[in-house]
Each structure stands twice: as C-alpha cells, then as structure tokens.
C-alpha cells in the first residue's frame, strides 16, 4: 500500500511560480507512473501531468504546457510540478497520483491506483 503526501502549496500572485513535491512511502515508487490532477471548486478532478517510471516520457495538459513540468527523483521516492507563470485559474486543489502501468501514460483519474491527500495552491489576481 504506497502513500502519497503532497507539499509546497500556498498562495502566490499571478505571474509567481511554486514547486509542489509528493513523497511516496510503502511502495516500489519506481515502478509506478505518478501523476498531477488538480480540483477547484465545483468542477471536476482534471488532469494536470505525468511522468513515465523512469521520467523518460511527460504528457502536460494542454492549459499548463509551457508553464509547469513534472519531474521525478526515483531515489528520494519524490515527484515534483514546478508550476511558473501561476494565473488564477490554477488555483485549485492539486493531488498528486501514481498508476502502475506498464508503457504509456494515463489521464484518467479512474486508472490511478493511490492518491495524495492534496495540497492547496491560490494565485490571487
């Protein structure tokens, strides 16, 4: 049973930056894809970014690519979303997920096997 403890959210201006990292424990970290959803108020969970198990491949959703990337530490079991350029509409909850699959990368939350508890990000205007 892998856990997911996400940190590093906070509230920043519009144009701001913030790094959130998600330590895993209880799992073979290595072998999971791991991945970032986000969740504001009265919308849906959405996919955010995911990283291969080796950190080979990266898939961003179309609304952050250019602005956050993901990246992974397989020796400190940690993954990371250096999120730059921060506008309103990132403010959400951001979780963090890990699938155990084997090529490929998923986007739907229903694929992923554990969660994060989440950890709030607000970019005020």
């Known amino acids: 049973q892998m856990q997911l403890v996400e940190s590093g959210g906070g509230l920043v201006q519009a144009g701001g930056s913030l790094r959130l990292s998600c330590a895993a424990s209880?799992?073979?970290?290595?072998?999971?894809?791991m991945a970032w959803f986000r969740q504001a108020p009265g919308k849906e969970r959405e996919f955010v970014a995911a990283?291969?198990?080796?950190?080979?491949?990266?898939y961003y959703a179309d609304s952050v690519k250019g602005r956050f990337t993901i990246s992974r530490d397989n020796a400190k079991n940690t993954v990371y979303l250096q999120m730059n350029s921060l506008k309103p509409e990132d403010t959400a909850v951001y979780y963090c997920a890990a699938d155990w699959v084997i090529g490929g990368l998923r986007l739907s939350a229903d694929d992923y096997d554990y969660w994060g508890q989440g950890t709030q990000v607000t970019v005020s205007s």
């Open positions: 209880g799992g073979s970290f290595s072998n999971y894809a």
């Open positions: 990283i291969s198990w080796r950190g080979t491949s990266t």
